[in-house]
């Protein structure tokens, strides 16, 4: 399977690098991982509820790319990254066209990548927000 990771913070060099130094107690116990964060989770932030059951997470990425399709797709389809692996004027209809949760949650993987690789793969930080970071090229 393939996927765009949204939890970078773990995928940081340092914190990937600590975490592995970690005992084994410290990430897995009784069959449940990440166990420190959970208890660090636990002390400081119990709302998060960091020991109950796993739950689907949505977020609603569609309706706001949707409202903002038309600025984000030139942006997006503009980005190295993408333009490696999509063709820019189906980036950009896609981001103007959406209709369904599944159009929404492509354009998503689309802008999550292209920010992830600008990042990542071009070493670029972020500057303001995500259309000021996109418009940065």
């Known amino acids: 399977a393939h996927a765009v990771e949204g939890r970078t913070p773990f995928l940081d060099p ?5 975490a592995f130094r970690l005992p084994d107690g410290m990430k897995l116990r009784d069959g449940m991982g990440k166990w420190i964060l959970r208890k660090w989770l ?11 059951p796993k739950q689907g997470f949505t977020v609603p990425v569609g309706a706001w790319i ?15 990254g993408v333009a490696e692996i999509a063709h820019a004027d189906r980036v950009i209809a896609l981001f103007r066209g959406i209709r ?14 292209a920010l992830w690789h600008r990042r990542h793969i071009m070493g670029l930080q972020p500057v303001g927000d995500v259309f000021e970071t996109l418009a940065g090229t």
């Open 42 to 52: 636990e002390k400081n932030l119990p709302m998060a509820r960091p020991f109950a």
């Open 100 to 113: 369904r949760w599944r159009d929404g949650f492509a354009a998503w993987k689309l802008l999550f990548y």
């Open 66 to 80: 949707k409202g903002q399709g038309t600025r984000l797709g030139p942006l997006v389809a503009a980005e190295p």
């Open 14 to 18: 340092g914190v990937a690098a600590a």
